[in-house]
């Protein structure tokens, strides 16, 4: 994996689906290289907004080949490669260190509640062994909103110790701020992000990485903007107005929304669909964000 | 699928792994007819115990592969076909079908916490449609402390009513007896399986189909006893005795200690491991427990 820098602006890339269902290649990279347009700095496909887990482990290792035979320059991307599963997770991960990805985003496994740092400590220890690739570069994925289980300070720390030139940075999902600054604090140099673009500026002024944030699916500019310019006046009010959006979006059930703004901008129905469990927001539902947001 | 049924005593297989961490099909199949032998009406592996999650896509399948060239009749197996992506739980129920399993436990997809009766619906809906084969049985697999979402009362009833062939019984391990019974109550003719032996005669008298339990792996004597005997007068003190049993095993982590057991009974130290998240138990932590059950 390449040393090149994802700081600034991660897009958690989104996932459409064709008519019967499957994941759509052509949309997928078409939207890859819309929000690189837009300014992200990297994009972090197969995350929670990406519906990573609602898909197949030979329809992953199937969209990040589309994503890189497509022209998305590996430095820029940062996959998830989390799984439950020892063995499917060595797969994805070594797929994306032999194409050469800046990194992988790597969720706990999250099946089993209640389990110890150690059992986490040997899964993440396992998967670097197994891949046994020096590119290999490791971003922990903490969102226990959803993986319940999650990567403590003691750990992170442990993990840092253990292999200083593989894992590298966090995204924190926690939504606990006070997380995020522990992190930074306790590990200068680590990469830490934001899970999502409301501590953007708390995160930078920090000394963290940025964030990596489902909104950046449409709202790229503006979050661009704010990381070229937080050290300028007009950076609170910046932070403001992101802040905002954020929570006229977050009014809807976030993936459906988000899937709803990116129909509209590309005149194409087809990126309404959802895979279960999720379920489609209804046009009424979302329409009054949308107008809102329009105004 | 067979329409043979289940009721009694199940076994959520444990998996053994060898010394490279891989799942050891050979003492895998050994395991499963020795439970049969023991008296276990039916097997379900790949559950939580046999850390089913932990386990890679191909290396489910294979094993299962393994039982029945193995020998294991199909209609006594109920494997777990539970998976967070909708294209390889479809994936894993097919394959079950086409061998003629008596049935598959479905975990509802896992990670999205919060989500609506209606997505878990469109979930199964959607794995019965694709697999599309009419010899499919499904189990709902209900355990909130691991899945943190399950299947609600109002769900398993709209499932029964939309594929009242298909979807045909329910294990509940949510640990709540009062659940269990309400679904007794609220579905005659339906397959309800107590998730821990403490309450199999409970579940019995009410009318349920016996319980999968995980201690079936190293007592399914006793349970099938009970199960044989349950409108006998012995029937209470066969039930304490065995509750007795259980609160000894699981005051240490449950899926090491029933390994250690296993390792015992069978004189073979390589039973021992398990996959992390989970992590082994100390020899000297599990002897007094094994102390206690040889008294």
Redesign the interface.
Known sequence: MNESTLNGVVAPVLTPFDEH?QPDAGRFVAHAQRLLDDGCTGLAPFG?TGEA???????RRELLDALVEGGVAPARLLPGAGS?????CV?LTRQAAQHGCAGVLLL??????G??D???F??VA?VVERVGDARLRIYLYHIP?????GYSIELIGRLRDAYPDTVVGLKDSSGDWQNTAAVIEAFPGFTTFSGSEVSLLANLRAGGAGCITATANVNAASLRALFDGWRSDAADGMQAAITARRELIQSKPMIPMLKHIVAQRTGDPGWLRV?????ELAAADAQTVLTSLAA
Chains 1, 2 share one sequence.
């Not at 887990?53 to 329809?59: F, R, V, W």
């Not at 909103?145 to 289980?149: C, H, L, S, Y």
Request: net charge negative.
């Open positions: 269902g929670t887990t609602s898909l197949g482990m030979e329809e439950c599963s020892l063995t499917d797969l706990p496994p999250f099946y089993y509640k389990v110890s150690e059992g986490i040997r899964f396992e909103p959803q993986a319940v289980i895979r279960p469990p999720l379920v």
